[in-house]
């Protein structure tokens, strides 16, 4: 069965920290890996895409990597910010055709002051 | 470039009531989705078109739930009647083609309340 595991559940850290989320997946034939930012009232909002082939994607203070051996990726968030406090999804893509993407159930992040 | 928009953004009924959604997705785009998301939970898709043609619904509730795309632009997700457990963030997305390597880019959602 396509799932994705996320982990923490949810996670309190101090403003200029460092922080990383985890995403296990279990998708197969597996396509790509996709981190989404979900700010509370709003829908999700892609941050990084990867593919089998790539290992790393970085978007700003966002670095994704990815290990399709072992089906592990991780979301690594530098000197973070208040405006970080958010639901951050990974989203894992089978190969075939119109599968229905696979959501985990997302790192709810509270940066605070 | 405006993004999907989606109304209302708040709706609160009562069960039994019914209730529609309405979805104007991103100029061009064939692909348009509906996804529920209960609270701490990932989006779980409901239906899937390509233009005005259903792709995927086998997760939709029929006895309640229907969904059209007319002319191949907007959409309207409807719940009727609604129970309790259809309290969720309906979110509806858009991309230019469809299957895993399109980005779907999503709608603020609309959060409903069934009491």
């Known amino acids: 069965k396509n799932q994705v595991e996320q982990s923490p559940q949810s996670l309190i850290i101090l403003e200029g920290k460092n922080c990383t989320l985890q995403?296990?997946?279990?998708?197969?034939?597996?396509?790509?890996l996709r981190w989404y930012k979900q700010d509370t009232g709003r829908g999700p909002v892609s941050l990084t895409i990867?593919?089998?082939?790539?290992n790393t994607k970085s978007n700003g203070r966002y670095t994704a990597t990815l290990d399709a051996d072992t089906k592990q990726s991780s979301l690594h968030i530098t000197a973070s910010q208040l405006s970080d406090s958010a639901s951050y999804i990974c989203?894992?893509?089978?190969?075939?055709?119109?599968?229905?993407?696979?959501f985990g159930k997302g790192t709810r992040l509270s940066v605070i002051a | 470039e405006a993004g999907v928009a989606q109304s209302p953004r708040y709706k609160i009924i009562e069960k039994r009531q019914s209730v529609a959604f309405w979805c104007n997705p991103i100029s061009g785009h064939a692909t348009l989705y509906w996804y529920q998301q209960i609270l701490g939970q990932g989006p779980k898709l409901l239906i899937q078109f390509q233009n005005n043609g259903v792709v995927d619904d086998s997760q939709l509730p029929k006895d309640r739930f229907s969904a059209e795309r007319l002319k191949g632009v907007d959409s309207t997700l409807k719940i009727q009647p609604a129970k309790l457990e259809d309290s969720a963030v309906y979110l509806c997305a858009s991309s230019l083609g469809s299957g895993g390597r399109y980005e779907q880019f999503f709608g603020p959602g609309t959060r409903l309340t069934v009491l």
């Open positions: 995403c296990n997946y279990t998708v197969s034939p597996f396509s790509n």
């Open positions: 990867m593919t089998f082939s790539e």
């Open positions: 989203v894992v893509s089978a190969q075939a055709g119109n599968t229905p993407l696979v």
